[in-house]
């Protein structure tokens, strides 16, 4: 999104410059300079402050320094000078509460990708821990990696989430700033680039519960990918909520009054839905959309889990609950650690109305998850990670990763993203988040590789079921398993997470190497002994992997394969054999 720039020896000299500035305390001929750096952080360093009094806006100011004279003579696609789209990023990830450091690496986020400074002087200039989240965001080298770049990137940001979740909220907070920007793009370019968005990072904010990021990646991808739908679907929300008074108004002071006899202060209010979501709720058939579809009743109590399930008790006592519909993400949070109590009701209109139950303390992990968790944790982002229920998805995600391939890695990600979750149980009690609409295979698979692979049945309540049974929220699983099972082909058929696709592909691709290894060394053996040769004999005095070896295979059973498979003719091997 970049326009021309200076030739690299011009930008190189910049940095050296920029380098020499570093040192931020005390007077001294850069005045001037510093006094423009502060002017153009303003906003960010009052927003940083907001989250951190005590914060020392010398680091910032730093590193937008090295920004602005490492993307100089570089321009965005409006227009603007570059650098406004990294301060951009900080910007949002200020408003976040985000620490110093991740403001700092979203400052330099792509001067390494984008400009002559390396990674090494960002190690050198800001320390270890900003290089690390740097690095983390920075895309592979397309001359290098071909096609191959985007899945590739999306591994290494993966990876590098693994070990610091900061680098995935910073990726989350870049995409967003590119969405809000996007116009300046030639539309084709808009709707691949917001059709990724949608596939694969804003399903990436949804896992991590940052909603406040997603609700607006996901409109602004949808403006963009789909401009005559989101036109629609604005203005059905625009006329309904028109009426949202008239709806939700007697509905409300009801609420309310039942809520104050139960002796509870809590906060009742209306909270529009955001336009996607819409959309995919009425497969964009959004004509006469009703204020109680474009919006919902959010009851935000003062007090404790128990004070919520009392707020429940209140709602339905006030407005009639519809049968079947209260869903308890208190007891059984989701799998991003979200917490309320939804119901749906009847107005006394007779429009049904859908209610949000939660407390105060779960509104910043609704809003914000894993960030409000990063910032409880300070400086402990490791400990951030490890072993966190909510980040299961990830834990799975790199134990698959590492087997596939550059095209079924993106494949599997998007499919491993796709939709919502649902959460099964085992005989223990152990809570596993799967997909909509994974079976019975899937389970056996996110229990374990091993446990995966072996599975003949499933018991699910009790009663003996299919591998490919499909699976809903509430289920108890206990998955049968036979030392002698083993993957088929079938199940191809019947798994639908990355995770288990990926292992079954492998294991599948495991047996065809060997009994194609069989086939060839069969042959072989045939072959030599038509010449009074034994290859059992040669094997034993290593001829075989010696001749193997010569002819650039690593093992034995890569030669026999090829044999197999007809690359490696048995003509060709025969003189070798009798030389030796």
């Not at 940083?48 to 590193?63: I, K, S, T, V, Y």
């Not at 570089?74 to 990830?93: D, E, F, N, W």
């Not at 209610?355 to 400086?379: D, Y």
Request: hydrophobic fraction near 45%; charged fraction near 20%.
């Amino acid at each position: 999104m970049t326009s021309p720039v200076p030739s690299r020896p011009a930008r190189r000299a910049a940095a050296r410059r920029g380098r020499a500035m570093l040192p931020w305390g005390g007077p001294g001929p850069q005045a001037a300079r510093r006094a423009a750096v502060r002017s153009a952080l303003a906003p960010l360093l009052a927003a940083h402050r907001a989250a951190f009094p005590a914060g020392d806006p010398r680091e910032l100011c730093r590193a937008y320094d090295v920004a602005e004279r490492m993307h100089r003579g570089q321009l965005r696609k409006s227009g603007a000078p570059y650098v406004t789209h990294p301060l951009a990023v900080a910007m949002i990830l200020a408003g976040l509460g985000m620490d110093t450091t991740t403001l700092v690496a979203a400052l330099l986020h792509d001067t390494v990708e984008d400009t002559p400074y390396t990674l090494g002087e960002v190690r050198a200039d800001f320390g270890e821990e900003v290089a690390v989240l740097v690095d983390g965001v920075t895309k592979l080298d397309g001359e290098r990696w071909g096609e191959r770049r985007e899945a590739e990137t999306f591994r290494k940001i993966v990876l590098a989430a693994a070990a610091d979740l900061r680098v995935l909220v910073i990726k989350l907070a870049d995409r967003l700033h590119n969405l809000r920007t996007l116009g300046h793009v030639p539309e084709h370019k808009r709707r691949r680039y917001a059709t990724a968005s949608l596939e694969l990072l804003v399903p990436f904010a949804e896992r991590l519960g940052i909603h406040a990021l997603k609700r607006e990646m996901d409109d602004l991808a949808f403006a963009h990918r789909d401009p005559a739908a989101h036109a629609a679907t604005a203005a059905a929300m625009r006329q309904a909520l028109l009426g949202a008074d008239a709806v939700f108004g007697p509905a409300l002071r009801l609420l309310r009054g039942s809520l104050a006899e139960h002796r509870l202060d809590a906060e009742v209010s209306v909270r529009p839905r955001h336009l996607y979501a819409v959309h995919q709720d009425h497969a964009g058939d959004v004509a006469g959309l009703r204020p109680c579809q474009a919006a919902r009743v959010l009851i935000v109590v003062d007090g404790g889990e128990q004070d919520c399930y009392v707020a429940l008790g209140a709602v339905h006592a006030a407005l009639h609950p519809c049968p079947g519909r209260v869903r308890d993400y208190i007891a059984l949070p989701k799998f991003n650690l979200y917490q309320a109590l939804h119901t749906r009701v009847i107005s006394p209109d007779g429009d049904p109305l859908d209610v949000i139950i939660q407390s105060r303390a779960m509104r910043p992990v609704a809003e914000h998850g894993i960030v409000a968790h990063i910032r409880a944790a300070g400086a402990d982002t490791a400990g951030t990670v490890a072993g966190r229920r909510d980040l299961v998805w990830l834990s799975r995600l790199l134990a698959w990763q590492s087997d596939a391939t550059s095209a079924a890695f993106l494949d599997g990600l998007r499919i491993d993203l796709a939709g919502g979750n649902i959460a099964v149980f085992t005989p223990a009690g152990d809570v596993v988040a799967l997909p909509h609409g994974a079976t019975a295979l899937d389970f056996a698979y996110a229990l374990g590789t091993e446990t995966g692979a072996h599975s003949i049945g499933a018991l699910i309540n009790g009663r003996l079921a299919p591998l490919s049974a499909e699976l809903r929220s509430g289920y108890v699983v206990e998955i049968l398993t036979d030392p002698e099972g083993s993957p088929t082909p079938d199940w191809l058929q019947v798994a639908t997470t990355a995770p288990a696709r990926v292992h079954i592909q492998s294991w599948l691709s495991g047996r065809q190497t060997e009994e194609a290894a069989a086939l060839g060394r069969h042959r072989l053996a045939r072959l030599l002994a038509d010449h009074d040769l034994d290859l059992l004999t040669a094997e034993a005095h290593g001829t075989s992997l010696s001749i193997a070896r010569d002819l650039g295979f690593t093992e034995i059973d890569d030669m026999y394969a090829a044999i197999a498979t007809g690359s490696l003719p048995l003509d060709a091997l025969l003189p070798r054999f009798t030389a030796s």
